[in-house]
């Protein structure tokens, strides 16, 4: 199982901090606000930039093969910590995952806007360009209207019951739905 006490410690190692700062930040407590973070997040993975790195190799070194391309495999491999300087089967993936950045951002104003289960709005995260998330409408909405967003998968969400709805909410979130759609299905 996962565990955030070595996180935790190796915050305390770097803080100069008192042990009476220690516990009132405890591991407990740690967790709680690492996963407030993570639920009020937008997590994205960067292009990672090797198969046009590894295009351009083959392109200076005059194609596959060639004494040029093996020299520059070697040099990739040992950078790579190969002591035998061979590249194997595989490493691609793990030089990709070297490679692409991947971040979790918090939006505080994004944090702050309320989930409906039939929403006005949402978030589009996945065109994530130059550090912006953007909030478009998804219908028209009127004047003094709340601005809401769904936290929860609205394409498989849609043909859910309240309590299934609910129960991913109050796991996923810890709150109990309250939105027009939910009150309605009473």
Known sequence: SYSLHPAYERGWAVLDTTNEEKEAFSPEFFGRCVAIAARNGISLTTQSPFKAYYAAIIRKAGGRGTTKHVDFMK?????????????????????????????????PLIARINHSCD?????????????????????????????????????????????KRRRELRTKYLFDCMCDLCCASN
């Open 119 to 163: 929403p006005c709005a949402e978030v589009r995260n996945q065109e994530y360009v130059d550090f912006y998330a953007d909030v478009v409408a998804k219908r028209d909405i009127e004047v003094g209207e709340e601005i809401t967003i769904s936290y929860i998968n609205i394409a498989t969400s849609i043909g859910r019951n309240r309590i």
């Open 75 to 107: 040099q990739l491999a040992f950078a790579l910590g190969k002591d035998d300087g061979k590249l194997k089967r595989g490493m691609d993936r793990e030089i990709e995952e070297r490679c692409a950045v991947t971040a979790s951002v918090l939006c």
